[in-house]
């Protein structure tokens, strides 16, 4: 049976690895946040505590900003370099996320006896050991995707009461609650989801929130679901123009500012928006292609 292996470093930080994978925005230089207003976290401040922080709770890290504490990557590794190796029950490109002592992960595998459906597969380990505390396995259709994507794309999200899957057919976006002992909390789905290489957005926690961008080749929105519940809390209808892969950014409120929600999208560039409402409050529309990476906040000069 086919399986890729996660390993946790000796040297640097597990989150440090998890760090690697993030990029810019792919597109024009454009304005993160309006004039006059300045984030609370910034991506380029090192990071205040030292060795591993205990939690990574999304993509590339709290905020986005790919902070992994005060140790630095080695110039290489190697076997002896890693605590332990797991082998994981398909392939993915899903980024690990930790939680207090557990470590997340997605990975992906067709079915040999039928090409149309695989399995998708959210595993648990211990971060001290790799051992496997627990994995829940969803069988379902294979989506188109390309070679480049896999059937395992999108990173999880993870807060104190548990950790938030998705994916994705073209008939349907699935997200997926679980507790941090695996039992099911909830599962929410969200309609079609219509792209050319396959599905591969992650979702961010804002305060109480589970935002879950859907910004495709078909009818686009985003949507805000109470992450203790998975109701809807907001739908933003978005216009519709090359599927987009940014997961969102939350910004804590600022002098009297409401907390907003940064997206990314080549049909609305880069845009913010009222955490609490999906008020948009301002929208600069300055990204000729697709947006594929982290929006992350920083403070010039």
Known sequence: MPTHSFLRPRVGAVA???????????????PILPAGRAPLARADTPAAASGTPRTWPRLRGADGAGQGGTRR?????????????????????????????????????PDPADPARCTRTLSCHATADGALLWERRIVGPVEPFNAQNSLASSSPAADADGVYWLWATP?????????????????????PFATEHGFGTSPALVGDLLVVPMEQDGPSAVLALEAATGL???????????????????????????????????????SGVEAATGRVLWESRCLPKRSVSCPVAVVAG
């Open 16 to 30: 440090a690895m998890l760090a690697a994978a993030g990029a810019l925005l792919y597109g024009t230089p454009c």
């Open 73 to 109: 990557f080695p110039n290489s590794w190697g076997i002896a370099d890693f605590a332990w190796s797991v082998d994981l029950p398909g392939a993915g490109h899903s980024s690990p996320v930790v939680w207090e002592g557990k470590v997340y992960t997605a990975s992906a595998l």
């Open 171 to 191: 008939d349907n976006l699935r997200v997926e609650a679980f507790d941090h002992a695996g039992a099911p909390r909830w599962h929410a789905d969200l309609g």
């Open 232 to 270: 809807v809390r907001w739908r933003l209808p978005r216009d519709t123009a090359r599927t987009a892969y940014s997961p969102p950014l939350g910004i804590g409120a600022v002098g009297e500012g409401p907390e907003q929600i940064v997206l990314a999208s080549m049909a609305h560039g880069l």
